[in-house]
């Protein structure tokens, strides 16, 4: 809750007040790379393990599933810088369609060794602390 109901409220303020498209995602892969290996789940900024070599990205055997986690990070950050979309075709890598944040649905991209997306990301937990917090 520390991260996420903040981060919940920011995408939602977002994509109501703001004029370009908002993208929400959670990470949720625990694989070679995690920065807590006992603790349950991924956790805070660990996709950025494997985003940047010299974290530990450069030893992730090729074929892996943690390579192909890399991978899909890679190339959907990249597409966003390009296109303003993060998923502007969906292929072998990025194997699903991510679509953009609105308050109706609140889409989100679900990363783990699959990409899925998914609705309302914690909806009764943030909606709790959205009710207590200013």
Do not use: C
């Not at 966003?80 to 649905?105: C, H, I, L, M």
């Amino acid at each position: 809750m520390v991260f996420g109901e903040g981060i919940d409220l920011v995408v939602q303020r977002m994509a109501q007040h703001g004029t370009q498209p908002v993208y929400y995602y959670r990470f949720s892969y625990v694989g070679p790379l995690t920065a807590y290996p006992g603790y349950d789940g991924a956790n805070h900024s660990n996709d950025i393990n494997y985003m940047f070599v010299g974290r530990g990205a450069e030893t992730l055997e090729d074929g892996s599933e943690a390579a192909l986690v890399r991978s899909r990070l890679i190339a959907m950050w990249t597409n966003f810088a390009k296109y303003g979309n993060p998923t502007p075709n969906v292929d072998s890598v990025v194997t699903q369609n991510w679509t953009r944040y609105t308050t109706e649905e609140a889409p989100y991209l679900n990363i783990d060794a699959n990409l899925t997306l998914r609705n309302k990301l914690k909806q009764n937990e943030y909606a709790f602390w959205h009710s207590l917090l200013p």
